[in-house]
Every structure is written in structure tokens, then in C-alpha cells.
């Protein structure tokens, strides 16, 4: 109903580039929550009017969007037929952002072929584009990426310092999706060295900013990241398990099911009320206020119709959103604390 409702508003304002950039928008959530085939349907209704008004950028956004969606799918083919589109165009448009996340899903995805070579070097190349922007969130995603790579090419001294990398990036970042995704790197990696016992303490590393991710989230939006954690729970599985060691095999069995009961207790407010410093909720307070205020302008820029307005109100709120989020996983990661205090 909300989804037919922006549309609709967009529709009504008469402004076909504002109904491409909602389509955009809705895709990118309908993804998120696992509807994959909406999604789909929302990108290539804004592709078809990119590609109409001759807009590059808009054109490598909606093909790069399309290359992800067949990475969630696990269709490589897809992906790299998408991903070197928006590589191409990204190029063309000279759009770095667009161009360092094309290079990265495209490595990703000819890793996943085999052509091990030419993914080597896409990730250096999204690492060195980021690295020279200054963009942190894809420069921790490429290394990441990178760090697989090397893993499959039986690299695992130049593994190993890659993701150290990554995890440093991450930490700076405070975001628990690229920690999360660095442990993983980390466990995947000692798991192929043999290495049971350092595989075992990364996945259960990774599945506790995992956990971190899930908190308080609905069921629905949260597809993606249940995912994930299904995945690091079975890798920490195999690697306790080869380890041979009972009690490393019960405490990764225990380890979710404890994360999913502190995520039901029913007083969670209430610790959260008198566990987090007062500092930090004015800090979710003060940043819920600045998304507010950046939605505002977001829906006023739209009404104006000016492409460049548009864009630069659409970077300030992505912004005021990631703030939002630190905000809420560092009260988040207070109130769990609290939470195993009272255990």
C-alpha cells in the first residue's frame, strides 16, 4: 500500500524523472526485504526511462542495481551481464560511486565463475577508486571481496592482511554489517587453512554482529541478514565440528538461540530505557530529527524537479540515515549488555 502510494503521489506531480528515481528507491527496499521479483519489476520499469532520456547515470545505477539482485539470487551469469553494463556506463557517466560498486559486484561475480584473474583485478582497481574518493563503505566492500579472491587464488598470507584492513575500515566505520562481513572473510579463510579453532572463534565474531544487525528489526525486513546468519551458523557448525571439541560445538549452538531470546524478552524497553546513558539517546533523538528534516527536503527537491537537487538531497539524507543507524547499533549493542548483566 505505501509502495502504491508513492507512486501514485509521483505520478500525480507529472514528473517521469521522479517517478524513475521512486521506482529506484522501492526496488532497493523490496530487495531488502527478499521480494526479488518486484524488485526486479521496479528497476527495469526506471531502466527503460534512463535509457529513453539517454541518462547514463541513472542508466548504470539501474543496471548495477540489477547486477546485485541476480548476486542475491546467486545467478552469476545474470550478474556479470548486468554488472559489466553498468561498469560500461558508470565509465561513461564518470559516476566514481557507481563505478567502484560496478567493479566490485563484477569481480564478485566472475570469482563465482572461476575467472579468478580478471576478478583480481577489478577488486584492486574498486580499492584503489575508493581509497582515492575517500569512499570508506566501498573501500571495506572491495577489500572484502578482494580478500575472497585470494582466498580461491591460495593466497592466504595476502588474504589475511587484506581483511585485517577491511575490519579496521569497518571498525572506523562502526557498522556492524561490514564487521560482520570481515569476521566471515576471516572464518571462511582459517576454515580453508584447516584451522578449526580460528574459524570457529571468526564465525561466532561474525554471527554476533549478525545478531547486533537482527536487533529489533521485523521479521520482513530483514530477509537478507537472517540469511547471513543462517550461512555463519553453519560454517561455525562445520568448523566446531571438525575441531572435535564438544564444548566448542555447544557454544556455537547456544550462541544463536541465546541472541534470539534477548531479542524476545518482553522488557527489552525498559532495559533499554535504564541501561543506555542519556548522552546516547540524545544522540537516536538528534538523528531521528535530522532524517526527518532530510525527508523534508528530500520531498521538496522532488517537487522542484531539478535533477541535481534532487541528487544532492538524496546523498544528504542516505547520510542522515547511516548516522541514525550507528546511533541506534551502539544503543543497541548498550541495552544487550545490560541485558546479559541482568542473565
Not at 561474525?206 to 546468519?229: C, D, K, T, V
Amino acid at each position: 500500500m505505501t509502495e502504491q502510494r508513492s507512486l501514485a503521489l509521483a505520478r500525480r506531480v507529472g514528473n517521469e524523472y521522479r517517478i524513475a528515481c521512486v521506482q529506484v528507491d522501492l526496488g532497493t527496499v523490496r530487495e531488502h526485504f527478499g521480494d526479488y521479483e518486484r524488485a526486479e519489476s521496479l528497476f527495469q520499469q526506471a531502466l527503460a526511462w534512463f535509457e529513453s532520456e539517454d541518462d547514463t547515470a541513472g542508466v548504470a545505477q539501474c543496471q548495477g542495481n540489477l547486477g546485485h539482485l541476480a548476486l542475491q539470487r546467486k545467478d552469476y551469469v545474470t550478474a556479470v551481464r548486468w554488472s559489466e553494463r553498468a561498469l560500461a556506463n558508470a565509465r561513461k557517466a564518470k559516476d566514481l560511486v557507481f563505478l567502484c560498486s560496478a567493479l566490485n559486484a563484477l569481480g564478485w561475480a566472475l570469482m563465482h565463475q572461476g575467472e579468478l584473474t580478471r576478478a583480481l583485478q577489478l577488486e584492486q582497481e574498486a580499492v584503489e577508486l575508493a581509497r582515492r574518493t575517500r569512499d570508506a563503505w566501498n573501500e571495506a566492500h572491495a577489500l572484502q571481496s578482494l580478500a575472497d579472491v585470494l582466498v580461491r587464488l591460495k593466497r592466504p598470507g595476502e588474504a589475511k592482511r587484506v581483511l585485517d584492513e577491511s575490519l579496521r575500515v569497518a571498525a572506523q566505520l562502526d557498522s556492524s554489517e561490514l564487521q560482520m562481513l570481515g569476521h566471515k572473510g576471516q572464518a571462511a579463510l582459517w576454515y580453508a587453512q584447516g584451522d578449526y579453532a580460528r574459524a570457529v572463534y571468526a564465525s561466532q565474531r561474525a554471527m554476533a554482529f549478525s545478531i547486533r544487525q537482527l536487533a529489533g528489526l521485523p521479521e520482513r525486513q530483514s530477509a537478507s541478514a537472517r540469511i547471513r546468519l543462517s550461512e555463519l551458523y553453519s560454517v561455525a557448525l562445520k568448523s566446531a565440528a571438525a575441531l572435535g571439541k564438544p564444548q566448542a560445538l555447544f557454544t556455537t549452538m547456544e550462541s544463536t538461540r541465546a541472541g534470539g531470546l534477548l531479542e524476545s524478552l518482553e522488557n527489552r524497553e525498559s532495559i533499554r530505557s535504564a541501561a543506555v546513558p542519556e548522552a546516547l539517546r540524545e544522540q537516536e533523538r538528534t538523528a531521528r530529527n535530522e532524517s526527518r528534516l532530510a525527508v523534508g527536503r528530500y520531498r521538496k527537491a522532488l517537487a522542484g524537479g531539478q535533477r541535481r537537487a534532487i541528487r544532492k538531497a538524496r546523498v544528504a539524507l542516505d547520510r542522515c540515515r547511516d548516522v541514525l543507524d550507528r546511533s541506534i547499533e551502539l544503543i543497541q549493542a548498550e541495552a544487550k549488555s545490560a541485558a546479559e548483566m541482568l542473565y
